[in-house]
């Protein structure tokens, strides 16, 4: 993975924490499973480019995102953008 490709990823997650983080009126169990599959992505991330397991944290994102688009349009576009990321730099 490039240096600019790991710099997208990285301010990709940084902005979808803090949307996270601001997300008021989203549930517990929603708020935990975004931050896991974050937690998981960051974790590879920093394994010096190993990727996420190829079943793993994309297809989690996506539901995830599938759930956010009614009540959090802007957090499920972001987390759209990170996973069209992620499919960018091969993960």
């Known amino acids: ?48 480019g190993a990727a996420p397991a190829a079943d793993a944290a994309p297809h989690r994102l996506e539901s995830l995102a599938v759930g956010f688009e009614a009540e959090h349009p802007t957090l499920a576009a972001s987390v759209r953008q990170f996973i069209d990321l992620l499919g960018q730099a091969g993960l």
């Open 1 to 48: 993975m490039s240096d600019i490709e790991t710099s997208s990823l990285q301010q990709s997650l940084a902005k979808l924490r803090a949307e996270l983080a601001s997300a008021n009126r989203l549930d517990d169990k929603a708020r935990d499973r975004l931050h896991a599959a974050l937690v998981d992505i960051e974790s590879r991330l920093q394994q010096k």
